[in-house]
Nanobody, 118 residues
Framework: QLQFVESGGGLVQPGGTLSLSCAAS????????IGWFRQAPGKEREGVSC????????YYADSVKGRFTISRDNAKNTVYLQMNSLKPEDTGVYYC???????????WGQGTQVTVSS
């Protein structure tokens, strides 16, 4: 079972920035596509961004394009999500997993809470 530890969330004002980290535990991320997902209260979990394993190709949900940037550092076994120009609708618990769609994920980590509020 692939395990991840998400961190970096917090409370930020609209327009602010946060940088999330997704660290793999017990295995190498090198060849895995890694996705970031979020779940707002009362809503289904949705895909936010994904980065390919072999070619590093990236995908962003329309709602975050131009504001979020996903990257990976295989040497540190970590994937990052830089979030700029945050909006209240970005609020939720953010998770990472070794897939680009939530339907393919068997289990989830603890996630990290992001709250965008004035």
């Amino acid at each position: 079972q692939l395990q991840f530890v998400e961190s970096g969330g917090g409370l930020v004002q609209p327009g602010g920035t946060l940088s999330l980290s997704c660290a793999a535990s017990g295995f190498s991320l090198d060849y895995f596509a890694i996705g970031w997902f979020r779940q707002a209260p009362g809503k289904e979990r949705e895909g936010v961004s994904c980065i390919g394993g072999s070619d590093g190709s990236t995908y962003y949900a329309d709602s975050v394009k131009g504001r979020f940037t996903i990257s990976r550092d295989n040497a540190k076994n970590t994937v990052y999500l830089q979030m700029n120009s945050l909006k209240p609708e970005d609020t939720g618990v953010y998770y990472c997993a070794a897939d680009c769609t939530p339907l393919g994920v068997d289990s989830w980590g603890q996630g990290t809470q992001v709250t965008v509020s004035s």
